[in-house]
């Protein structure tokens, strides 16, 4: 079954914290992995697009990493905002179709 | 550019009621996405469309919902009659290709749909 999970659901750490969000899939064929950042109330935002031969990708504080042998990514915050505080959904596509298989996220809170 | 366009962004209807959500995709891309998120479910893809056609809508959930895509920059989500368990957020995205492309996904800001 295709399938994207997450962990943790819900994660609060300290503002200037680093914290690594984790995502397992079982999505076959497999294409590439996203992390989409969801502020409340507003819709996903791209942070990365990982392809089967990217191991670690960054977009300014945030790094992603893929590992397609055992099917695991994760992405790095460093040095943690007050707005880093939304909700990380790994996302990854059917093979070459358009459908995108959602995790369920991790609810992330920076506190100052 | 403006982004992908919804609207309204609040809808407050009663069950039984006909509603009828709007997206504007961003100029030039050929694909248009439907998705709903719920606390439960997440996000999940209602249809889609390329170049204005129709090609997967196995994730509209019944028959009492429908979407259509007259031109390349305008597609309707209509709900009739609407329950109470429509109430979700429906999100609209477009993109240039396939997401196995990869192609990147544009998300619209969403309309929040309560069905009392």
């Known amino acids: 079954k295709n399938q994207v999970e997450q962990s943790p659901q819900s994660l609060i750490i300290l503002e200037g914290k680093n914290c690594t969000l984790q995502?397992?899939?079982?999505?076959?064929?497999?294409?590439?992995l996203r992390w989409y950042k969801q502020d409340t109330g507003r819709g996903p935002v791209s942070l990365t697009i990982m392809t089967f031969s990217e191991n670690t990708k960054s977009n300014g504080r945030y790094t992603a990493t893929l590992d397609a042998d055992t099917k695991q990514s994760s992405l790095h915050i460093t040095a943690s905002q007050l707005s880093d505080s939304a909700s990380y959904i790994c996302?990854?596509?059917?093979?070459?179709?358009?459908?995108?298989?959602f995790g369920t996220g991790t609810r992330l809170q920076v506190f100052p | 550019d403006a982004g992908v366009i919804q609207s309204p962004r609040h809808e407050v209807t009663e069950m039984g009621q006909e509603v009828t959500l709007r997206c504007k995709p961003i100029s030039g891309h050929d694909y248009l996405f439907w998705y709903r998120q719920t606390m439960m479910r997440g996000l999940e893809l209602l249809i889609y469309f390329n170049n204005n056609v129709p090609i997967d809508d196995s994730g509209m959930p019944e028959d009492r919902f429908s979407a259509k895509m007259p031109n390349a920059s305008f597609s309707t989500l209509k709900i009739q009659p609407s329950e109470p368990r429509d109430s979700a957020v429906y999100f609209c995205?477009?993109?240039?290709?396939?997401?196995?492309?990869?192609?990147?996904?544009?998300f619209g800001p969403g309309t929040r749909l309560t069905v009392t």
């Open positions: 995502c397992n899939y079982t999505v076959s064929p497999f294409s590439n």
């Open positions: 996302v990854v596509p059917r093979g070459t179709t358009d459908k995108l298989i």
């Open positions: 995205a477009s993109s240039l290709g396939l997401a196995g492309g990869p192609y990147e996904q544009y």
